[in-house]
């Protein structure tokens, strides 16, 4: 077979391919990223490119206009590489990593809550789960001839009350020459049992003291984004924090898009590869930001909803989309982090937090530790807002979570213009009653070229009580501006002229738009009030609201029960815990009481399937409209709209 | 550099090295054996080859006659290679691995005692460590969502009665697929806790049920040997046993010597991998000629030395032959059999019998636990002859033992014309009290080319009782015979003139050679009298005797007793168990009770090194007689003698 050229800019990368070679495909192989949240299917439109130089089979698609396709705009997943080609991806094709790491600080959102390693010794939940011993052996002669093993043992038995070692292989085959190379004075690394009465084991030695070099990884690996923190298990410090994009987001945007890519031939194992590159990405930065030797990390700790877990752990994705929606495991054994490919000393364990359900995972199970929602006394809701919604209601007695499908307006899916919250994405706006003129605040500060989630959000509930759009998301036909129109038979209003856009066309946000988030937002406030329903309580029974997850960070409160997201309630009641996956890892890192709890606290979780139960749909329906049929919900609102 | 070709003659195999590489490293490197005791160190002499063609830089050596070197014999470790040459390795220098799996049945020797499953149960020893269960699991459905993995715990917890179970993640990626393929109807592999009270782990599963087919690997690691027994787990019949030589011969003969090579760079690594290798071949072939598919096999247990072991489990050997002779360790855990490269699945757990010192290691152990010996009321004295003789004393109450260096004379080291019991090698003998002719019985009843261990004990005793040699092992110089001669001014007798001989060359018996019999078996003798001094009893206390060891099935009793190797005692309370380094293997894969007593009798055997104890030495030269200098402790053989 021929082989073809391709020239990607601005990346201005060269790639090789079979003539006949499928662009998007080609793209994913070389690591050039291009938008598709339907994973390459045709179907989103999002994987726009130009074809500057060359011809290319195929391309078209009704998701590109006349005058794009003229432009030489083509759908990169339609697309076969026929001859050597140029091919530039447009900005609104690439993804934008700068954003993840600089965000500007959350405002009119609630208050932080983050717990640290005095408040767990302050609560006597603190058990440090690998500790570090220096120990001076004595050497041996004809007199003394301990095995070495023998020797390391002993000696924490009688210096320092340890019972029950076990060493670990790797460790034997380090310790000869570690301990004559360091005059038998060596550093221990020893791993607590997380159930009491089981073994502690020696899982590293090193030559000389290191005790004061002891840390651990905690990584949130988010179907978007994959955050990693750097912990000193001396002080509970953070000491590195970063993101990156999971590079699974080449394989589709949501879960189900990267479950049917598993199913592929070798996708589990793809999947499964660029997830731990990415893994390796965000701990080959922190390391390095903090300066430590990455021999020196002595756990990790990883949290993810259920279809990431198995796929990092290279367990079938399968049946999670398939009725019953039955997850292989819930719980996962410890396993060697080397095993997987994490680069780490082959010392390390990896800890993955348990999961309850299909679509109520390990970052939902670790936002309930990490928040200390499991040990209150107060009623709460627990919400992580993203494509899929869990909800968690309960306190220490009890626990009962739910996922429901919001789809993926929130994430810009769904939404024609919808984005991440990247550069360019409107995440503020406010309109002028008068002109109806609107203004948009971007991330970034640059030209707008999408709207962001918390965006939306804050677009509707301000048409709304501009009187824009009415309570079913219409907007009135009557008001005098260019900006509300109807093009190809939907209605829609121009937040930004192609001109002052980074795009060359109008960026609008339309009445489909509207009706899409009003489903979402819909099915949310719908499981909240089924889920408590279920355990005979109901939403003003509920004493405090926290909000997980990085979407949660940007949501305006106020705005948010405008559009009833949430249910109305004193600000002060509802507490941010920002990345709640990400602080149940870091949590776990530090204590193994939490590492045992968790156990516990899975198994505390009923799920509860919201499509089986019937009340369910009534109150979805009820919930279609802004912000509620059942206006006395709102009082707040209703008074604010009447004046 | 240049490339220059060797042919190897009879293999006919052609490889190229660089100008000037050392002709047996090639030859090791090429996987072609050449015999070299001292590991290629120019000292043993036995490296012979013939340059047929070509020549080549040194390889004289005064191991070499004038007319040796005119007939173009080389040593091959001397020889450096400087142009295209034709090598022939002669049968003496090659190794015969045909007689290793169809050995005549041993004569004259103790009684042979093997334990089996029934008698185990009999004992209330029988614990099964890898337990198979078929189950008919029930399907989820919309009511009952389990996870899969919940799904088989709470199946066996309800129904069969089982707590505690771990499922190991290849498990967890096993199942979803497995589960439903299959109908939910599927055979679980259940490892036991060898301490009560720990977790079961659920290591495998199969479709379909496979309950019947569960099977195990016994291995021993002998420096020469590596032995390999398929194991049926419900019956525990041995279904197939197969022996090969240890791969690592190549690098050296004794232990010592593979230590050196070890130490080198990649010497290590090197010798893992063919030990692994070697172990593998032994599988391949036990499999096979089994019938059962490998993936069927849930266990493995290996016993070896203490170098053997460390070699085999990667932990460098070096400071076992560097006093204090310490070991790594005497306790491994178990491991992951693929992670070592052994060719089982991935579920397989290969249990490694722990040692108790450097010279004392995991192979005497096993023969300690399959021997029952660690059961017994009655004293006794376990030994297992080989180039080191390991001694054990005691019975259920208290264990101690010893190693003695008892050199390789009883492996054909150190023995003009020794050689292993391969065929051609000299294993019976008699002499005619009149002629002094002899008459040689070889091992495949083929022309001599050496003398075995069992035939150099035979020939001594019948030499002695003939008058042929004094008490000192000097031989009478007034014999009329051709046969007893002088050669370089060494005394020897002629087993075999050159024409009767495969090897082109006279094979004799020198004075030399017997007077490195008699250290070797004084050093054993003086070991078991100063090991049972050293707990305040005598050789006279010691009520039965058992001998180990692919040496000791062919050492005649009587002439072991009449040479002094063994005490005197009635031959009924001698009793010889074979391998029972293999056997010890083969009773840890049947039953728990042998691994969880086996960490109890390892703590209990009190180690003694012999060259720490004054008496040893006294002892030592008080045995340097024909059968000892205080005959009163052989009154049979001197009543014999006198007549």
Redesign the interface.
């Known amino acids: 077979m021929s082989i073809r050229q391709i020239l990607f800019l601005p990346h201005n990368q060269k790639i090789s391919v079979q003539d006949g070679a499928n662009l998007i495909r080609s793209a994913m192989e070389a690591g050039i990223h291009i938008n598709a949240s339907c994973g390459g299917e045709g179907l989103c439109g999002k994987c726009r490119v130009i074809i500057e130089s060359g011809t290319i089979g195929d391309g078209i698609s009704e998701k590109l206009s006349k005058s794009d396709v003229e432009k030489g705009y083509r759908l990169a997943c339609r697309s076969a590489v026929t001859g050597d080609i140029t091919v530039r991806i447009p900005v609104e094709s690439s993804i934008d990593t700068g954003v993840l790491n600089a965000r500007s600080s959350p405002r009119r959102t609630a208050r932080i809550e983050e717990m640290n390693l005095d408040d767990l010794k302050d609560q006597g939940l603190f058990i440090p789960p690998v500790e570090k011993k220096y120990l001076e052996l004595p050497e041996?002669?004809?007199q003394?001839?301990?095995?070495?093993?023998?020797r390391l043992v002993s000696f924490l038995k009688l210096n320092h009350g340890e019972n029950r070692l076990?060493?670990?292989?790797p460790v034997?085959?380090k310790?000869?020459?570690v301990l004559?190379q360091s005059s038998f004075k060596i550093t221990a690394t020893i791993a607590r049992p997380v159930q009491k009465g089981?073994k502690s084991h020696i899982i590293n030695i090193e030559p000389g003291d290191t005790a004061d070099r002891n840390f651990a990884i905690a990584v949130d690996i988010g179907t978007t984004t994959v955050y990693g923190q750097l912990i000193d298990l001396r002080t509970g410090n953070v000491l590195a924090q970063q993101g990156e994009f999971n590079g699974q987001i080449s394989y589709g945007e949501d879960v189900i898009t990267r479950i049917m890519y598993a199913e592929k031939p070798g996708g589990l194992e793809k999947l499964q590869e660029v997830v731990v590159k990415t893994i390796n990405t965000v701990i080959a930065k922190i390391v390095k930001r903090a300066g430590i030797d990455r021999e020196q990390v002595s756990s990790i700790t990883l949290a993810g909803n259920t279809t990431m877990t198995q796929l990092l752990?290279?367990?079938?994705p399968?049946?999670i989309r398939r009725?019953?929606?039955?997850?292989?495991?819930?719980?996962?054994?410890p396993?060697h982090a080397s095993s997987i490919g994490i680069a780490l000393g082959d010392h390390v364990t990896a800890l993955v937090y348990p999961a309850v359900?299909s679509y109520v995972g390990g970052d939902i199970v670790a936002g309930v530790m990490g928040s200390g929602m499991y040990r209150t006394d107060k009623l709460t809701l627990f919400m992580d807002i993203g494509t899929n919604a869990e909800i968690v209601v309960g306190n220490k007695e009890w626990l009962a979570c739910a996922a429901c499908s919001a789809g993926p307006a929130f994430e810009g899916g769904g939404i024609q213009f919808g984005m991440r919250a990247a550069k360019g994405a409107i995440e503020d706006f406010s309109i002028s009653p008068v002109t109806f003129e609107p203004m948009n605040i971007t991330v970034g500060n640059v030209r707008p070229k999408g709207i962001c989630g918390s965006g939306l959000i804050i677009m509707a509930a301000a048409l709304l009580e501009a009187g824009v759009i009415d309570n079913q998301g219409k907007f009135n036909r009557d008001l005098k501006t260019p900006r509300i129109r109807k093009t190809y038979g939907i209605w829609e209003y121009v937040l930004a002229w192609k001109e002052d856009t980074q795009i060359d066309r109008d960026v609008v946000l339309t009445e489909v738009d509207i009706e899409n988030l009003i489903r979402a937002k819909g099915a949310i406030y719908a499981g909240c009030q089924t889920l408590l329903e279920e355990v005979g309580m109901k939403l003003g029974d509920v004493e405090q609201i926290i909000l997980a997850g990085g979407f949660g960070s940007y949501i305006d409160l106020e705005k948010a029960m405008t559009i009833g997201l949430l249910p109305e309630t004193d600000p002060g009641r509802v507490t941010f815990i920002g990345n709640g996956s990400l602080m149940g890892a870091k949590m776990s890192s530090l204590t193994n009481r939490i590492r045992k709890d968790v156990v516990e606290v899975t198994r505390k979780m009923t799920?509860f399937?919201l499509s089986?139960v019937p009340s369910y749909m009534d109150h979805y329906v009820a919930a279609l409209f802004l912000p509620h049929t059942d206006v006395k919900q709102f009082p707040k609102l209703m008074r604010r709209l009447h004046r």
């Open positions: 041996p002669n004809s003394d001839r301990l095995p070495d093993v023998t076990v060493v670990r292989l034997i085959r310790l000869p020459d004559r089981r752990l290279k367990v079938t399968r049946y009725s019953p929606y039955v997850p292989a495991s819930t719980l996962y054994p396993i359900s799920n399937e089986e």
